[in-house]
Structure formats: C-alpha cells, structure tokens
C-alpha cells in the first residue's frame, strides 16, 4: 500500500516522535500517537492550520498556505495542510544532540 | 495741575531767570527762547479705565428653574407560582475518543506522494539546523535567586514549644496548612496542638494570624488536604486517631474522625494521604498509616464517622526476602510504617517506608491475608511485593517520580537519600545529605530531575540531578539556630512556591529561582537515562 509506504518513511525518519493525518473536518485517518493524544493533536492543530490558512489570505487574497511549522522548547510541529487531508508530523531536533 | 502751582509761585517771585525756568515747564521742542531737549518736562496725566470685572461691575439678572414635579404611584407585585431547582457541579467525564474514520486509499496516497517531499526536506532541515541552537524564549519573569516569600507562625502555639510536623497545599495552591506537634521523643499524649492555615491569596495577610485555626486536643503529626476540595484537609494524631477537617467552617470544623476503637491505629499517626476510590474515582477515601505496622484505609459515613473500609497489616514474616535483613532485636513481627508515596502511574502501587530503614513495594490489590492478631473489623492483608535495601536507619520519608513510573526517592535518620528503581533491590545512587537526620524528601513537580530535602540541620536541599549528582545546587538556611526542619511541599499550582515548616513553629514560603521551575528541553529523557542505569 503506497500510501502506508510513505507514511512509515516519514515515521521513521530521524527524530519524529509521531505522525497524524487528518480530513477536511479534522477527523483521524491514521496516527502514531495514543488515543488521548490523537485527539488533542487533531483539534487543536487543525484549528491552528485553519488560522493560519485565513491570515495568510487576509494579508494577500491571491496567497494560500502551503506549510506550517511551530516550533516550541522541545519539538517542532509541522503541518503540510490540503484540500481534503492534512499532514501533521512532530519532530524532537534535539535527539541526536545528547552530549550529557 | 504741578506746573502752573510753580509758575505762579516763581512769578511772585519776579526774577526773569525765573520767567525762564517758569515756561520750560511747557511742552514744546526746541526753539529760539525756549530751553534744549535734555530738560525736565511734565505731562499730563493720562488715565486707562480699568477693564477688571470688579470694577466695572457685575451685570446681575434674576432667574430660577425648578423641576418638574416627579409623577409617582404605588403599585404591588407577588410571585405566584415559584419553583425550586438545585444545581451541583459534577466531576469532569473523561472525554470519549473518536474512532480512526473512513477514507479514500487512493486518494490519501495521491496527497501523501505530493506532500511527502517537502515534509522529508523540512525533516532534514530541522535535523541538521543550528539555527535554535541557544535561543531561548522567556514567558515568565525571570528569578535569579531563591528568596523568602512569607515567615508564618502561630503565636500561641510557638509559646507552647510546639514544631510544625506536618505541611499541605490545598488543591487551589492559594492556601497553605500546617500542623502543630512534637517530633523529638517524649509523651505528647496530653498536649493540646493547633492546625493552622494561611490564605497566600487573600489580602491583607497576617503572617502571625491564620485565616484558620483549629485546636485539637492531641498533638497533630501529620497533614494532607483533600486532592479538589479546596478546604477539607485530614490530619494524623499522636493518640492514633484521624480526623477530617473542613477549615471553611470556623464554629466546627470537625468533619469525620475514627474515634479510638479497636480499629484506629495503637501508635501515633505517621502519615494520611487521600486515595481515589476504586468505583467512584470522584470520591476519595484516607489513607492512614503508623508505626504500629497497620496502613488503613477509611472512608467517611453517617454523622462523622471514619469506619475502616480495608486494612493492610506488615508482618515480619510476610516480607518478601529481595533482601536479607536483620532479624528485628525485640522479636516483635510487626514492621512500623513511617511514610508512604503512591506512583502517579498506577494508583494502586505505593511504597510504605519503615522503622527498619527498608522501603517496601506495597499494592492496594494485594490478596494474602495478615498474619498478625491484631483486632479488625475487616481482615487485613500483607501488601508487601518487594523489600529494597535498607538505610542506616529508620526511613522518614519517601516520594515517588511524577515523571517516571520505577523512580522514588528515600530519606531517613541516617542523614542520605536513595534513589531507587522499583526494578532492583539496590538503590541507584545514594547521597549524604546530612550528618544529622534528614526529615523530608519531595520529587518537584515540575522538574524531573529536581527535589528537595530538609535537614536536621535546618536547611532545605535543593538537588538538580542534571547540574550536579553529588552536592546541592542551592541551599537554603531556614533556621538560624540549626534547629531542624521537619517537613516541606512543593505547590503543584504555583510551581515557583516550595513551603517549609520547622522545630520553631514557623512555617516559610519560598519563592524558587526560575531554574527550578522550567523544564529544559530534554529532561524527562534524561531521567530515563538514569533510571536505565539498572544494574544487571
């Protein structure tokens, strides 16, 4: 299944912690992540991509969103949103940077 | 008016000098007989009418207003009908979880095949970037130092000699609760104490004067508040009783006790924590646990009485041989219980410290029966699962890892703290902290690798694992005399506030540097790297 080949490429790249790819309506479609945490990162990042699509169409109504990252003390999150699915991954940078 | 008084003068006079001087008092220029320009003149007076209000005078005109009269008429309403309601707040229900929905195969791999690229490059980006390398953000106000927010103190009770033996934060955090006892050895069976509280948040506070204060008629030595309501706190006596307190009724606060039947504990009270209940995970039940080898588990019914719903009972024989331990000298079987700590991970696993220095693995769903002759209303059961490595001497205290599940902390009477993995018998690391006893030892609940201890020394230990494994990163004098402090709290609402009560009665709220109350990016996986350092 290609679609299953991509996404464990993507999962096990260095550093992901997990990945989640949504709908239009925000429901799940597959994650790596525990129930609880799906659903979190599911609300909460396509109200936050949705924002984010209607700023930058605001600004500039021939301009559209194609990627957005958010990067916070200990991750990156990173949301490539589409029409009918969005893509959400989350990176910790600094797991190869243990030098304790 | 001047010049014609002078003319006429020096006419009578009659000299023609005179007649000269007389008509240069006339203004004109210069010319032949009359006198140069550099001579006295006087002019006429010229007036201005003065243009003040006052002097001109007030034009005045009369008038007057009045308002109109206010139309009024009486009229009479009653409710007929009413009805009455109640409302009540309820837990929170855990949130159902959505099921993974349907979806398009092909479709979702079209859009994964265009998105992956680009999310593979951002990937690699971040991986090698430097570009966060130090950055840091600050959201809170920076605090560079360690310093002391409140000195507390009931007065009467300080008159009395008494110690603060046992502290709690309520579940706001606004309200700090301390009890009043004796710790050192002696009878303290007829000494009257006090549970005070201070409500940080409420202005006006009187460091000298609770916002609550119960007497108690046996000394308290231990105090725990009731994890959501905000001012129920239970409370371990000398006498072996528990009592439940709500401190927002100040004419009688007494809530529930156990009362002294053949039930309560025969030894004073070590410690009481609030325990969820099995069925109804809003309700909560005390857990109370002494040195006379019973942990006890109640549960508040009819009018204000505690009755002993399960009971645990520790059996010398009964413990699990992980580890040889001395045979105890007086022959007695049963264990003494001197501090517990549940796992935030499993709420029915709890780690019972002892008067023989050994922590014991303890679960609530233990079966085997106790082998002991101790009267009990319900039959009591052996808890222990796993015995770990002794102290030097009698544990004080224990506090189990919130952000590790094998992780917990140990302090005692021989002045060090283990740190243990629930997966071996032998501690991790053991530190002196003290060459007198050490009281207290709390995990931080913001930090993981963070926790503090208090001192026989009078000092509070603040140890940051990730700074330095052999020395405190800061230490705090809280008694100037050395008298020890016997117990303190982190406020799990307020990270930055760390509560310490000592032998002179006084309780202090510190307020910690910002180190201690921000998690670095990667410390929770570097408490697993040392909780992995299990030895095979």
């Not at chain 2, 006429?44 to 207003?65: L, N, Y």
């Not at chain 2, 140990?410 to 002045?415: C, H, I, K, M, V």
Request: charged content about 20%; aromatic content about 8%.
């Amino acid at each position: 299944n290609e679609a299953e080949e991509i996404l464990n490429r993507i999962k096990n790249h260095k550093g992901v912690v997990g990945i989640l790819v949504v709908n239009s309506e925000g429901l799940i479609i597959k994650s790596t992540f525990d129930e609880q945490q799906s659903d979190l990162h599911a609300t909460l990042l396509t109200q936050l991509s949705d924002k984010a699509r209607d700023v930058v169409r605001e600004l500039d109504p021939q301009n559209d969103i194609s990627f957005l990252r958010l990067r916070s003390k200990k991750h990156e999150i990173m949301i490539a949103p589409d029409k009918e699915y969005t893509l959400i991954v989350v990176q910790d940078p600094y797991a190869h940077k243990d030098s304790s | 008016t001047a010049t014609r008084a002078q003319s006429g003068l020096l006419e009578r006079a009659g000299s023609a000098g005179v007649a000269v001087l007389a008509t240069g008092g006339v203004a004109s220029g210069p010319g032949p007989g009359r006198p140069g320009p550099l001579q006295d003149e006087t002019l006429g007076v010229a007036s201005v009418p003065s243009q003040w209000r006052a002097v001109q005078g007030i034009r005045e005109e009369t008038k007057s207003c009045q308002t109109a009269s206010i139309a009024t008429a009486n009229a009479s309403a009653q409710a007929r009908n009413h009805v009455d309601a109640q409302v009540q707040t309820e837990a929170p229900v855990p949130v159902s979880v959505q099921p993974l929905s349907r979806y398009d195969v092909p479709r979702l791999a079209a859009f994964l095949r265009r998105v992956e690229a680009m999310v593979i490059r951002e990937l690699n980006k971040n991986w090698q970037s430097h570009a966060f390398d130090g950055f840091e953000v600050n959201w809170t106000e920076q605090q560079q130092m360690v310093s002391c927010l409140y000195t507390l103190g009931y007065p009467p009770a300080q008159a009395q000699g008494l110690h603060v033996t046992g502290i709690s934060w309520n579940s706001t955090g606004s309200v700090v609760a301390c009890a009043y006892g004796r710790l050192d050895h002696g009878d303290w069976s007829t000494l009257k104490s006090f549970v005070c509280a201070w409500n940080l948040d409420r202005r006006g506070l009187s460091p000298r004067q609770p916002s609550a204060v119960v007497e108690v008629p046996s000394a308290v030595l231990c105090l725990a508040f009731h994890p959501t309501q905000p001012s129920h706190v239970a409370g371990g006596l000398y006498s072996g009783e528990v009592l439940v307190w709500d401190l927002s009724r100040p004419e009688d606060p007494l809530l529930w006790r156990t009362g002294l039947t053949d039930d309560t504990h025969t030894d004073p009270v070590s410690q009481v924590a609030w325990l969820p209940e099995p069925e109804h995970s809003h309700r909560f039940q005390v857990l109370s646990i002494a040195t006379d080898g019973k942990v006890l588990l109640w549960r508040g019914v009819g009018a204000g009485q505690l009755q002993l719903t399960e009971g645990f009972a520790l059996v010398m024989q009964q413990l699990p041989r992980s580890t040889k331990l001395k045979k105890h000298p007086r022959g007695e079987t049963e264990v003494g219980a001197t501090a517990v700590a549940f796992s935030s991970f499993d709420p029915r696993l709890f780690i019972l410290g002892t008067e023989g220095g050994f922590p014991l693995k303890c679960s609530l769903a233990a079966g085997e029966a106790a082998l002991t002759r101790m009267p009990s209303s319900v039959p009591l059961r052996a808890p222990a699962q796993f015995t770990f490595s002794p102290h030097g001497g009698p544990i004080y205290a224990v506090s189990c890892s919130p952000f590790h599940r094998n992780l917990f902390l140990s302090a005692g009477t021989d002045g060090h703290v283990h740190l243990y993995s629930m997966l071996q018998a032998p501690p991790l690391t053991s530190l002196q902290l003290s060459l007198k006893y050490l009281f207290a030892v709390r995990w931080s609940p913001v930090r993981p690798l963070v926790f503090a201890a208090a001192s026989g020394e009078g000092d509070v230990q603040l140890f940051d694992l990730q700074k330095s494994s052999q020395k405190p990163t800061v230490l705090i004098k809280q008694t100037q005399d050395e008298s020890p402090v016997y117990c303190l709290e982190f406020n799990s609402q307020q990270t930055q506030l760390l509560a310490a009560g000592d032998a002179q009665g006084t309780v202090k709220v510190w307020q910690l540097s910002t180190e201690f109350t921000e998690q670095g990016p990667r410390e929770a996986e570097d408490l697993d790297l040392l909780a992995a350092e299990v030895a095979t």
